[in-house]
C-alpha cells in the first residue's frame, strides 16, 4: 500500500516473531576474521592447533577499533581467506568450538554508578559494534560527547518485512537492553532517552510493562520513514525541539553494553533472522559470530535449495553467492528465497504514474531522473538531486512496469552529473 510517507510494506514476520529465540552453544566450528577491515595489516596472534578462549584476541592490527575476539573456545584448526559480501576480502582463522562454557551468574549491581569514561572503556573493551551502522560503539558514545547528543533513541523500528532480530533481543532481555541504553545515554550526555518500536497492541502493552510506559515509542510502519521521536517546539514527552540532535543505538549494542559492565563479557555473538519462503522452520537464532550462514539455515531446516540468499532485509540486503559466510557484526537477518517468492514483471516503459515519487522520503523525481540518464541529459541531472538518493528501494517496489529505478538513480548518482568518454586520438585532426 502507497502512502505520502513512504511505502507500507507487507508484514512477513510471522512466524519467525512468534517463535521463542532458539540459542545456539553447541556450534561446531566457527570462521573468524582477524580483522572486518579488508584493507588493515594484521599479525595473527594465534598458531595452527592452538587453543583459544573465548574472548581472546585473534591478531596485532592496526585497527583502531581493536582485535576481533574469539566467540568461542576451541582449537584453531586452520585459516582462510572469505570473500565476504559486506566486508570484503577477509582473512580468517577456522576455530574447532570445544563445549561451551556455562554463562556466568548476573552479579550484583556495583555500589557506585558508573562513570561515562568507564562506560566508554567497557565498549571499548569489548568490542561493541552496533547492529545498525557497523560503527564501534565506543566511538560513537565518544563522538556524541564531543558534538552533543540531546536524545538517545535504541531503534528497534525494523520496518521491513521479515526481520524480528530487536523485538526478539527485546522479548528475552528488555530490562537488560533497558538499562544498556541508561548507560549509554550517561556516557553520550543525552538527557532523555527511550526505546522505538512499531508493535501490535498485544506485543506492545507486555513490553510496556516491563520497561515502562515512559521508555516505550511507538511508531508508525511506513517504509522507510519511521519516525524515532517527534519534532515538537513545545518539548514534552518523547519529543525533540527542531534544533536538538536525536542519536539511534541498537537495542542489541545496548544489551551487549549491559553485559560488558556487569557481566564482564566480550560482544561475540548476536541475534539473527532467519526466513524466507525455503526455509522450514523461520526463527530468531542467537548463534556466536564467525558461525557460518550454511550451518543456519541447515539447523533451520530448507524446504529446498534457495535461489536468492539475501544478508539482511528484502529491501535493502545483500545477494550473497555461496552459503559458506560466516555472520559477523552487523548482520541481524538471513533470507533464503525460491525462485517463486520473488516478483517478477517483465519490465516495461515508464506510464508516467508519479507512483514513485510519491513513496520517495527524499522529495526526488525518480521516474524523471531515469528518463533523464537514459536519454544521456547527464548535465541535467544535478537540478535533479540524485546525489541524495540513499538507495532505500521503495520506488522500484511500486513501480507498476517492473523498472529498477533503485539501481538506475544509483548509476545516475554515480555519474556525478557528467559523464568522461574515452576518445580515441583522431588522425585527419
Request: glycine content about 6%; some cysteine.
Amino acid at each position: 500500500m502507497r502512502t505520502e510517507k513512504g511505502v507500507r510494506l507487507l508484514f512477513q514476520k510471522s512466524p519467525a516473531i512468534d517463535r521463542p529465540t532458539a540459542v545456539w552453544t553447541d556450534i561446531a566450528q566457527v570462521v573468524l576474521p582477524y580483522t572486518y577491515f579488508s584493507d588493515v595489516e594484521v599479525t595473527s596472534a594465534v598458531s595452527l592447533y592452538d587453543t583459544v578462549r573465548r574472548g581472546t584476541p585473534l591478531a596485532v592490527s592496526e585497527d583502531p577499533s581493536g582485535p576481533v575476539l574469539s566467540s568461542v573456545t576451541g582449537a584453531v584448526s586452520s585459516e582462510r581467506v572469505v570473500a565476504h559480501p559486506l566486508y570484503g576480502e577477509l582473512r580468517c582463522a577456522v576455530i574447532d568450538c570445544l563445549p561451551a562454557e556455562p554463562d556466568p551468574e548476573l552479579p550484583a549491581p556495583q555500589a557506585d554508578p558508573f562513570t561515562a569514561e568507564e562506560i566508554c572503556e567497557a565498549a571499548e573493551w569489548a568490542h561493541i559494534i552496533d547492529e545498525l551502522d557497523g560503527v564501534p560503539l565506543a566511538n560513537k558514545l565518544r563522538d556524541w560527547q564531543q558534538h552533543g547528543c540531546h536524545y538517545l533513541v535504541a531503534d528497534a523500528v525494523q520496518v521491513q518485512p521479515y526481520e524480528s532480530s530487536a523485538w526478539a533481543i527485546l522479548r528475552d532481555y528488555a530490562e537488560q537492553v533497558t538499562e544498556g541504553l541508561s548507560l549509554a545515554a550517561l556516557a553520550a550526555g543525552a538527557k532523555r532517552h527511550h526505546i522505538a518500536v512499531c508493535l501490535s497492541g498485544q506485543r506492545r502493552r507486555s513490553l510496556a510493562l516491563r520497561v515502562g510506559k515512559d521508555g516505550l515509542y511507538q511508531t508508525d510502519s511506513y517504509y522507510p520513514t519511521a519516525e524515532l521521536v517527534r519534532v515538537s517546539h513545545k518539548g514534552g514527552k518523547h519529543t525533540v525541539s527542531p534544533k536538538e540532535t536525536v542519536g539511534r543505538i541498537g537495542p542489541q549494542a545496548c544489551w551487549a553494553l549491559y553485559r560488558a559492565l556487569y557481566y564482564h563479557e566480550p560482544h561475540d555473538r548476536c541475534v539473527l533472522t532467519v526466513a524466507g519462503d525455503a526455509v522450514r522452520d523461520p526463527q530468531n537464532v542467537m548463534v556466536p559470530f564467525g558461525t557460518t550462514v550454511q550451518e543456519v539455515l541447515s539447523r533451520c531446516g530448507l524446504k529446498q535449495d534457495p535461489s536468492y540468499l539475501i544478508l539482511g532485509e528484502m529491501m535493502t540486503g545483500t545477494t550473497a553467492p555461496t552459503q559458506d559466510i560466516p555472520i559477523l557484526p552487523g548482520m541481524t537477518c538471513v533470507l533464503a528465497f525460491t525462485e517463486t517468492a520473488i516478483r517478477s514483471v517483465q519490465p516495461r516503459n515508464c506510464i508516467g504514474c508519479g507512483r514513485c515519487a510519491q513513496v520517495c522520503h527524499q522529495g526526488l523525481l525518480p521516474f524523471e531522473i531515469a528518463r533523464r540518464f537514459g536519454n544521456m541529459h547527464y548535465e541535467r541531472l544535478g537540478q535533479l538531486e540524485a546525489a541524495s538518493c540513499d538507495s532505500c528501494g521503495a520506488c522500484s517496489y511500486v513501480c507498476p512496469c517492473g523498472i529498477d529505478l533503485t539501481s538506475i538513480v544509483a548509476e545516475a548518482r554515480s555519474t556525478d552529473s557528467t559523464i568522461l568518454l574515452e576518445m580515441e586520438d583522431d588522425p585527419d585532426a
